[in-house]
């Protein structure tokens, strides 16, 4: 699920925002769940959000400097500017900002920058919080890939590590559905990420620690397919 943060105090203006959000995220598939920010002195926003859309001219507050405070407490997070004026664009940059809409948002523009966004966040700030798995959050990012053996899943990570847990693979799938992973085999779920290539034979794919993961006919279209679209949009 992604979380979102909304700081806007025109109330026309948040709703259009939820819509858009809502839209989008529905279209695509996947769970949201939206806070509206109205206290900016509270702690609140000292919660992990995926994203949050601030307006610059906010009531009691300037935008730029509760950005600030909030990018202390969430460096991760994906910062989209929501303003009427274009001359907050370079104050944006100063907190990392990825996007600026100019109000009023066309739905097409937001919907057409929500897909580069999405594919960052997916690509890079997506992950899952589990403390029986670890005390960290784990970032798809740091997967290679997901094996199921012996009735337990193995995550493989680049640095090396593993971690063991009793879930089923069909969890871990259902789980990751629509980010940088897909099937390979059976027993295999790959993160896209780190295929470098194939076998002559197609048999086998070559992963960047030096492995190689099984590719089994069964899954051999779906997955060239998913990594080749992948791949053209990485570039």
Known sequence: MIKILICED???DRKILIEYLQSYFKKNKIDIEINILNNYESSDYYEEYDFIFLDIQLENTNGIDFARRFREKNRDSIIVITSNYQKYLIEGYTIEAQRYFLKPI???IFEEEMDKLLFRYKDRL?????EKLSRKR???KDILYIEFLD???VLNFTNGNKIHTKCTLKYWMEKM???TFCQSYKSFYVNLDYVTGFSKDWKDIFISNGEKNPLSK???KEFTNEYFIHLHKSL
């Open 126 to 130: 997506s992950g899952f919080y589990d």
């Open 218 to 220: 069964k899954y051999k």
């Open 10 to 12: 025109d109330l026309k």
């Open 106 to 108: 066309e739905k097409e």
């Open 151 to 153: 009735r337990h899943s």
């Open 177 to 179: 559905e629509g980010y």
């Open 138 to 140: 784990i970032y798809y």
